[in-house]
């Protein structure tokens, strides 16, 4: 159950991150941004973050182990992320990052995700 909770997670933060990626894309393009190299880069990396996400969801639904260490680094980020956000006044964003990041830190580090990942190795 815990590890379809992390695999639910990451796929959320993937999805969201790719679409993101995506919307800034679409930006740069029919907008006017005022450095596109930086917007394009920006939306480049939006997009490869979210693709990894998803990537890294998908391998956690298959048990492979290694996703589990690329999970964790992405809910530290994403901490992170929103506590900035939080910083910068926009709570309404960072406050679900953060509960969803724990979420996702939760669900990767307990026992059954442990035992499904790795087993007994006594």
């Given at each position: 159950?815990?590890?379809?909770?992390?695999?639910?997670?990451l796929g959320?933060?993937?999805?969201?991150?790719?679409?993101?990626?995506?919307?800034?894309?679409?930006?740069?393009?029919?907008?006017?941004?005022?450095?596109?190299?930086?917007?394009?880069?920006?939306?480049g990396f939006?997009?490869?973050?979210?693709?990894?996400?998803?990537?890294?969801?998908?391998?956690?639904?298959?048990?492979?182990?290694?996703?589990?260490?690329?999970?964790?680094?992405?809910?530290?980020?994403?901490?992170?992320?929103?506590?900035?956000?939080?910083?910068?006044?926009?709570?309404?964003?960072?406050?679900?990052?953060i509960a969803?990041?724990?979420?996702?830190?939760?669900?990767?580090?307990?026992?059954?995700?442990?035992?499904?990942?790795?087993?007994?190795?006594?």
């Amino acid at each position: 159950m815990t590890l379809t909770v992390a695999a639910a997670v990451l796929g959320l933060e993937g999805l969201t991150t790719l679409l993101l990626g995506g919307y800034a894309g679409v930006e740069t393009v029919i907008g006017r941004p005022s450095d596109v190299m930086s917007s394009l880069f920006v939306a480049g990396f939006g997009i490869l973050v979210g693709a990894v996400l998803l990537w890294v969801g998908w391998g956690m639904l298959r048990t492979e182990r290694w996703t589990r260490s690329l999970g964790v680094l992405a809910q530290i980020f994403a901490t992170v992320i929103g506590i900035t956000l939080i910083q910068s006044d926009q709570q309404t964003i960072g406050v679900p990052l953060i509960a969803v990041a724990v979420i996702g830190l939760v669900a990767l580090l307990s026992p059954p995700t442990t035992h499904a990942l790795y087993g007994d190795q006594d």
